[in-house]
């Protein structure tokens, strides 16, 4: 089975750009969530989005969104990106809803973001 | 307040050699998962462990192993038999049952091992 596939896997951007992202979960797999690590933050969660809604968001500003398909597949949008935006974006699926802890999530290679 | 602590930056240890891993959690969930991630210098993140906090035994899994300390809120990995392929950086994650962030992870900062022949 394939795994949690994420592209472009490097971006170089310009302040005030916006970009997408796009990740391709696990076949089977309904529950998408974003993450974005930097060497200061670490691994921050950005969003969720299960059979095409978004389930919950994390602390970031607005310029961050997100969506999902009916295939599963999502993108998330930086708009008028920042300087402070270059991060690596993970993306991470799982089979199964909230409402249990044991479930595992699967993270794709990630998307190196750079904005000059 | 930080919920995964992780208080080794970095760790060094010979090929061979079993090597453990700190983390610490703050939960008033008494229903959590506690995970182990390993993130090589391609970035990945690959899983590693899963311990339920209901779980009466420590989880294992090849190499690897959990040593779950409920009481004092520690969930060390333990990697037995190093090899220069565990060089990466290792991440502890918890995620609350009745966490409304769904399937949101809670990471620490980490702790990069480095494996020398």
């Known amino acids: 089975k394939a795994g949690v596939t994420q592209t472009p896997r490097y971006l170089i951007k310009t302040r005030g750009q916006q970009v997408t992202l796009s990740c391709s979960p696990i076949s089977g797999h309904r529950s998408v969530s974003w993450y974005q690590q930097t060497p200061g933050q670490g691994l921050q969660f950005l969003f969720e989005?299960?059979?095409?809604?978004?389930?919950n968001k994390g602390n970031f500003p607005g310029r961050f969104s997100g969506r999902q398909f009916s295939n599963s597949r999502s993108e998330m949008n930086v708009s008028t990106l920042e300087l402070g935006d270059s991060a690596l974006y993970l993306c991470a699926s799982s089979p199964r809803d909230r409402g249990a802890s044991s479930y595992e999530q699967y993270f794709g290679p990630g998307t190196r973001l750079t904005v000059t | 307040a930080q919920k995964i602590t992780q208080t080794q930056p970095g760790m060094f240890v010979q090929e061979k050699e079993a090597v453990t891993l700190d983390c610490t959690y703050d939960?008033?969930?008494?229903?959590?998962?506690l995970f182990w991630y390993k993130q090589p210098s391609s970035g990945e993140m690959i899983f590693l462990i899963y311990q339920g906090s209901y779980d009466q035994q420590n989880a294992t899994e090849g190499r690897y192993s959990l040593n779950f300390q409920k009481a004092r809120k520690s969930a060390n990995l333990v990697i037995s038999a190093s090899q220069l392929g565990d060089s990466a950086m290792y991440f502890c994650?918890?995620?609350?049952?009745?966490?409304?962030?769904?399937?949101?992870?809670?990471f620490g900062k980490g702790t990069t091992l480095s494996v020398s022949s």
């Open positions: 939960t008033s969930d008494p229903s959590y998962g």
């Open positions: 989005y299960f059979s095409e809604t978004q389930r």
């Open positions: 994650a918890m995620r609350e049952a009745s966490n409304q962030a769904g399937t949101a992870l809670i």
